[in-house]
């Protein structure tokens, strides 16, 4: 059998029908040529969002920017997926015009356990159109995860915590969940620092030294409506109890284990400048001295009813 004859045999094979779907006839090259279509796809979609990120990260200097420009990135490659997807089965025969069909295959694909894929997928489409959350944010989330938003990706969100920790997120959660978002709109919040001086210690001396101590951190404001405060909050057992109340500035809010450490240094500081006491709980221990009787006495005894 000569080369060309092997290819013939060959081309026929693949154009043989294999099934039919409607009107249409399926074969193994149409089916070939659509997964090759789809795989250029999706890597032309992939190719567009990361060099639409690089122009981005190089042009977009403020963040509400490039998280724009994110949103946009993805909204961009699913549409790219979801138009590739189509045009491909089309070629192949499969027409997706037929509601029954289409709302079969999403039954059977939600039987098989893609609840969660896509109620994923579609609480990631949701958090990109509403912006109620982008990347850049502060977020704290009730399952306890803290950190700055980095990817909305296709199922999951990534937060990366002050500890360059990266937890991949269900996108769902942050539809489902309570999401505090430090830095939604105002690009200031208020931060309250507790601490407790030896009783007798004048109110004033605390308050200025409290207000001094937050004055020499960075990224403290005070000013206009936003000025540092000190509030007496509660007697306690061994201390009067104080809040440091102050306003800080978006890096030092999204920080905020590190921004209350600066706080407490330059507490701890300007408190022992100003000669006021730190006081320590103390329990008084009285000792009585005499003969301790113990008396033992027998249980009583319950006769058994007859």
């Known amino acids: 059998m000569s080369a060309a004859e092997i290819i013939d045999t060959i081309?026929?094979?693949?154009?043989?029908?294999?099934?039919?779907?409607?009107?249409?006839?399926?074969?193994?090259?149409?089916?070939?040529?659509?997964?090759?279509?789809?795989?250029?796809?999706?890597?032309?979609?992939?190719?567009l969002e990361r060099n639409l990120n690089r122009f981005a990260l190089r042009h977009a200097e403020e963040s509400w920017k490039y998280a724009r420009i994110h949103m946009l990135?993805?909204?961009?490659?699913?549409?790219?997926?979801?138009?590739?997807?189509?045009?491909?089965?089309?070629?192949?025969?499969?027409?997706?015009?037929?509601?029954?069909?289409?709302?079969?295959?999403?039954?059977?694909?939600?039987?098989?356990?893609?609840?969660?894929?896509?109620?994923?997928?579609?609480?990631?489409?949701?958090?990109?159109?509403?912006?109620?959350?982008?990347?850049?944010?502060?977020?704290?989330?009730?399952?306890?995860?803290?950190?700055?938003?980095?990817?909305?990706?296709?199922?999951?969100?990534r937060v990366?915590?002050?500890?360059?920790?990266?937890?991949?997120?269900?996108?769902s959660e942050f539809i489902n969940g309570r999401v505090s978002n430090w830095t939604l709109d105002d690009s200031h919040r208020r931060m309250h620092v507790p601490f407790g001086v030896a009783y007798g210690t004048p109110k004033e001396r605390v308050r200025d030294a409290a207000v001094a101590a937050a004055s020499k951190v960075p990224g403290i404001v005070d000013e206009g409506k936003m000025r540092t405060n000190v509030w007496l909050v509660s007697y306690g057992d061994s201390a009067v109890n104080y809040?440091?109340?102050?306003?800080?500035?978006?890096?030092?809010?999204?920080?905020?284990?590190?921004?209350?450490?600066?706080?407490?240094?330059?507490?701890?500081?300007?408190?022992?400048?100003?000669?006021?006491?730190?006081?320590?709980p103390q329990r008084d221990l009285h000792v009585r001295s005499g003969t301790l009787n113990v008396r033992v006495q027998a249980p009583a005894t319950t006769p058994h009813p007859l």
Not at 20 to 26: D, E, I, L
Not at 160 to 171: E, F, K, M, R
Not at 251 to 278: C, F, N, R, V
């Open 11 to 47: 081309l026929s094979w693949l154009a043989r029908p294999l099934f039919s779907f409607g009107q249409s006839s399926v074969s193994l090259a149409s089916i070939l040529l659509a997964l090759l279509f789809l795989a250029g796809i999706w890597w032309f979609a992939s190719a």
């Open 73 to 157: 990135n993805r909204l961009l490659r699913y549409g790219v997926w979801v138009v590739g997807t189509l045009v491909a089965l089309n070629y192949v025969g499969i027409d997706l015009t037929s509601i029954t069909l289409l709302g079969s295959a999403f039954a059977v694909g939600l039987g098989f356990g893609l609840q969660n894929i896509v109620s994923n997928f579609v609480s990631g489409v949701i958090l990109l159109l509403e912006q109620s959350l982008k990347v850049g944010d502060f977020v704290d989330l009730q399952s306890g995860v803290r950190g700055h938003v980095r990817e909305i990706a296709m199922r999951y969100t």
């Open 160 to 171: 990366t915590t002050n500890d360059s920790l990266d937890v991949l997120v269900p996108n």
């Open 243 to 280: 809040e440091l109340v102050v306003w800080a500035r978006r890096d030092m809010t999204t920080h905020p284990g590190s921004t209350h450490a600066k706080l407490m240094w330059a507490l701890d500081d300007a408190l022992h400048a100003a000669g006021i006491e730190i006081p320590f």
